[in-house]
């Protein structure tokens, strides 16, 4: 009884890691440019903030 339930944990875990895995995967694509004075998220090539203007963007790859 043990046994068989160990192997559906198994299973079931490979499913999860894959899962995981492909999220991982996706998630480290995202390119995240964010302004260092007041945190806002800055999409535009010039890499000044929208918000104050600060030219003080750093970059976070997630
Ligand atoms: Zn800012």
Excluded: F, Q, W
């Excluded at 890499?47 to 997630?62: A, F, N, Q």
């Amino acid at each position: 009884m043990t046994d068989r339930r160990r192997l559906n944990d198994r299973s079931s875990n490979r499913l999860l890691r894959t899962a995981i895995e492909g999220v991982l995967k996706r998630r480290n694509r995202t390119i995240v440019d964010e302004c260092r004075h007041c945190g806002t998220s800055v999409s535009s090539p010039e890499h000044t903030c929208p918000t104050c203007g600060s030219d003080e963007i750093v970059r976070y790859t997630i």
